[in-house]
T-cell receptor, first 113, second 114 residues
């Protein structure tokens, strides 16, 4: 039982390049989330999904897109990376109801030059 | 929208002493409150939560937290700190009426010195 996994662990991009971050969970959770963590700002929600085929915007969605084609996977895409997107990205999943806690992946450290 | 404040960026305690990490929150409805811990280069790990009922909540690794509705606080406590408790701690709140909107505090770095 791997829990929540993220690929890749590290990545360096040049401004304007694109990439996709993959999150996978094996707990059969309905809900999945993408956060970014920046120093002194805690975690901020980028996008989330309440089930296969559905996605919604979070607090800071600009510059990111997501897809949830399979229940166990949640992809985060950067179409044209900017230095402001340098951050640590965390994926999380959760089963209903909403009083439950979220389970987090190990994170992806992204640097945009 | 709901929000969380962790007023201390850093908390330093000596091993064996009690520790407190402070958290205050703001929600329009009733809160679900959570504490998570993050060790270096790791994801967040769940410690404990308050949903309803007893205001004193006990969690993992000997941590506990007290929900105080009048002060809108949810401080994390431990009677006797360990060096291995040194980590980054996050408080989070979810408004019961806003299912998918959980807000995190900025985090408090706890350092326990031997």
């Amino acid at each position: 039982n791997a829990g929540v996994t993220q690929t890749p662990k590290f990545r360096v991009l040049k401004t304007g390049q694109s990439m996709t971050l993959l999150c996978a969970q094996d707990m059969n959770h309905e809900y999945m989330y993408w956060y970014r963590q920046d120093p002194g700002m805690g975690l901020r929600l980028i996008h989330y999904s309440v089930g296969e085929g559905t996605t919604a915007k979070g607090e800071v969605p600009d510059g990111y897109n997501v897809s949830r084609l399979k229940k166990q996977n949640f992809l985060l895409g950067l179409e044209s990376a900017a230095p402001s997107q340098t951050s640590v990205y965390f994926c999380a999943s959760m089963g209903p109801p909403f009083r439950n806690e979220q389970f987090f992946g190990p994170g992806t450290r992204l640097t945009v030059l | 929208a709901q929000s969380v404040a962790q007023p201390e960026d850093q908390v330093n305690v000596a091993e064996g002493n009690p520790l407190t990490v402070k958290c205050t929150y703001s929600v329009s409805g009733n809160p679900y409150l959570f504490w998570y811990v993050q060790y270096p280069n790791r994801g967040l790990q769940f410690l404990l939560k308050y949903i309803t009922g007893d205001n004193l909540v006990k969690g993992s690794y000997g941590f506990e937290a007290e929900f105080n509705k009048s002060q809108t606080s949810f401080h994390l406590k431990k009677p006797s700190a360990l060096v291995s408790d040194s980590a980054l701690y996050f408080c989070a709140v979810r408004d019961m009426g806003r299912d998918n909107d959980m807000r995190f505090g900025a985090g408090t770095r706890l350092t326990v010195k031997p």
